[in-house]
Nanobody
Framework: QVQLVESGGGLVQTGGSLILACTTN????????MGWFRQAPGKEREFVAA????????IYAPSVKGRFTISRDNTKNILYLQMNSLKPEDTAVHYC?????????????????WGQGTQVTVSS
């Protein structure tokens, strides 16, 4: 079973940057596609970004494209999310997730394993 732990969240001003990290217990990390999702109070969990097993393929939600970058280091078993030009609407608990699926990477129902989440708060 894959265990995921997010870190790097915090409070930042509008226009600021944060880097989220998702560390794993290393159980065949490279055999999983990975994703970032977020959930604001009173809203459904929404897709942010996903990356293929080798890291050569990425997809982003329109709301973050051009501002966020997802990446992974398969030698260290770590997933990253670089977040730039942050906006108050980015405020949410951010989760990393792992899946054996090859498609549907923008759907939370495609993912088998989830971390506990890290809070990102952007002040205006």
């Amino acid at each position: 079973q894959v265990q995921l732990v997010e870190s790097g969240g915090g409070l930042v001003q509008t226009g600021g940057s944060l880097i989220l990290a998702c560390t794993t217990n290393g159980r065949n990390f490279r055999t999983y596609a990975m994703g970032w999702f977020r959930q604001a109070p009173g809203k459904e969990r929404e897709f942010v970004a996903a990356i293929t097993r080798t890291g050569t393929g990425t997809i982003y939600a329109p709301s973050v494209k051009g501002r966020f970058t997802i990446s992974r280091d398969n030698t260290k078993n770590i997933l990253y999310l670089q977040m730039n030009s942050l906006k108050p609407e980015d405020t949410a608990v951010h989760y990393c997730a792992a899946t054996k699926a090859y498609d549907g990477l923008n759907s939370p129902t495609s993912y088998e394993y989830w971390g506990q989440g890290t809070q990102v708060t952007v002040s205006s």
